[in-house]
């Protein structure tokens, strides 16, 4: 190499060093550091965590070691009401990694924030760049809320429980069923009917005396017979409990209502037949019931010499409302006890060509591996197969159309098996927690089914299927009563509805929903209600008008 190329190289290795050296001196040193993750139990999803255990761990993941001294003034950790909730705190991975867990337990569907502030420094005394704000949105608590007890002392429980509803809570004037508990005066006439059989299961467990459950039904045949506004012998939908005046349910839904009627009779045939000594207090209470049944006029409801029972009557709109009553859904009783009727009867036509349509309400498909006689796509909301069947005894019961006790285990099963395998996602939904119907939700009232599933849970839909699915149904009470019973457990028994995905639990009770609880249990413990409802000569009679059959005709 000769000189001038020795000369330029060392030239241009100085020049380099020395521009290396000006661009070091010139750097500004950082001022701030940085999260590089953060997770709650393990998992990452953003700054939102739902369903959150109630002892959740939180790692924060920096770019430097922090200052373990700085930590206690920049972490919090507060509940929705803002009160402070006491955390410990832990570090790893040479305090780049910081971990905090409360020192008690959360509450169950509750909501927490956990922030960290700029007041966070780094070992080096940088200050964290960005504050962080993480929510905590917490799910159900897993321990008993209740001592363990037997199933049987459980379900007397719950039957004792659920009757102070129709009990303590019946209207003090007509002894009926209070729609619900913010109803004041407003009673049901199908809800009252559910009370009925409530009353006489309530005897029968020895939780009031025969002579307070007579008492009780006396006053109750009295107002019915002698009060209560009537259109051709049937009740409308609601009534005022002091003075008997028919309350509109809708606008034209104002006069008769043909249903809700039947499901009234069903429980008065019930009364009747276990209200049976020859004293003349009950004597002159069978007369009575048997005069209101004798007086429902179902031939009228039999428009125009139609091929179907009409729903609705109004004295302002005539058959303007024009629903026939067709099945599958709630409402077999009608045409059971319209046929049953010894002074207003049906032909057997307008039970097959309106109810059933001539086999239109059959289904015949294979759900979650579950056969459906009849209905809609997946069985539909549970009150079908409940309602009617309070004083129906489906076992062995069949017509043309169906086996009724096949059915309605397969609607339970099929309504049971949607929840377990939880299309939807819906938090909670498992083989514990079950049972779509209608109910009350959160804003508003829907018909629950897995075709309109909405996320709530309705204990009645569950716990009112004890008949059909005992094993399924017993799970879902030890889960309500053990593992929910703080939320929903609570002076009529269980509340209307509850969502375990959107945190809510209804403050409501409606006479539809505890009445099948309350009575079904006692199906399954004892056949009661059933018993006594096919025991009535009409019912019978009726049955075999329409073309059923079974042990219990």
């Not at 917490?138 to 049987?152: H, L, N, Q, V, Y």
């Not at 539909?380 to 197969?385: D, K, S």
Request: net charge neutral; aromatic share 14%.
């Amino acid at each position: 190499m000769n000189n001038r190329v020795v000369i330029r190289f060392i030239c241009w290795a100085g020049l380099l060093f020395y521009s290396c050296k000006k661009e070091e001196s010139s750097a500004v040193p950082a001022s701030s550091f940085d999260y590089t993750s953060v997770t709650v139990n393990g998992l990452n999803s953003g700054f939102v965590y739902k369903n959150v255990n109630l002892n959740p761990v939180l790692k924060f993941v920096f770019s430097e070691p922090v200052d373990k001294s700085s930590v206690a003034k920049s972490f919090s950790f507060k509940d929705d009401a803002g009160t402070a909730v006491s955390f410990r705190v832990g570090y790893a991975d040479a305090n780049k990694t910081v971990e905090i867990q409360p020192v008690n337990l959360l509450a169950a569907f509750s909501g927490y924030t956990v922030s960290v502030t700029n007041a966070l420094v780094a070992e080096s005394q940088v200050k964290l760049k960005i504050p962080l704000l993480i929510t905590l949105q917490t799910g159900a608590d897993d321990t008993d809320k209740f001592p363990r007890i037997s199933d049987e002392e459980l379900l007397t429980l719950v039957q004792r429980q659920t009757f102070k509803y129709f009990w303590d809570f019946g209207h003090p004037v007509s002894g009926l069923a209070r729609e619900r508990n913010t109803s004041g005066n407003t009673v049901t006439s199908g809800g009252s009917g559910f009370g009925i059989m409530a009353l006489v299961t309530g005897v029968h467990r020895g939780f009031i005396s025969r002579a307070e459950g007579l008492a009780r039904m006396q006053v109750i045949v009295d107002f019915l017979q002698n009060k209560a506004q009537r259109f051709y012998g049937a009740y409308p939908h609601w009534l005022d409990g002091n003075t008997g005046k028919a309350l509109a349910f809708s606008t034209k839904d104002n006069g008769a209502d043909l249903v809700e009627t039947a499901l009234l009779m069903q429980g008065l045939l019930t009364a009747r037949q276990y209200f049976n000594t020859a004293n003349a207090s009950e004597t002159a209470l069978r007369n009575n019931i048997t005069t209101i049944f004798k007086g429902v006029e179902w031939d009228w409801f039999h428009k125009d010499i139609s091929n179907t029972l009409y729903w609705h009557w109004s004295p302002d709109f005539a058959w303007d409302m024009n629903m026939p009553i067709r099945g599958w859904n709630e409402s077999l009783i009608t045409y059971v006890l319209a046929a049953a009727s010894p002074t207003h009867t049906i032909p057997k036509t307008v039970y097959d060509n309106g109810w059933a349509n001539n086999g239109g309400m059959r289904n015949g498909n294979t759900y979650y591996g579950v056969n459906l006689p009849l209905g809609p796509e997946l069985g539909g909301p549970l009150f079908f197969a409940h309602y009617s069947f309070l004083g129906l005894n489906p076992n062995g019961l069949t017509d043309a159309f169906a086996n009724y006790e096949v059915q309605n285990r397969a609607h339970a099963l099929i309504n049971y098996n949607y929840c377990k395998a939880n299309p939807k996602a819906f938090y909670g939904y498992s083989e514990d927690c079950w049972g779509l119907t209608a109910s009350d939700i959160q804003n508003g009232y829907t018909a629950s089914s897995p075709t309109n599933d909405r996320g709530y849970i309705a204990p009645t839909a569950a716990l009112s299927s004890f008949p059909y699915s005992p094993k399924e149904s017993m799970q879902a009470l030890h889960f309500f009563y053990y593992k929910l019973g703080d939320k929903i457990w609570k002076e009529y028994g269980f509340v209307d509805s509850f969502s375990l995905h959107d945190k809510w639990f209804a403050d409501s009770f409606l006479a539809i929903d505890q009445g099948p609880i309350i009575i079904m249990i006692e199906n399954h413990r004892s056949g009661l209600l059933w018993d006594l409802f096919m025991s009535a000569p009409e019912v019978k009679s009726g049955l075999k008008k329409l073309g059923f059959s079974g042990p219990n005709i």
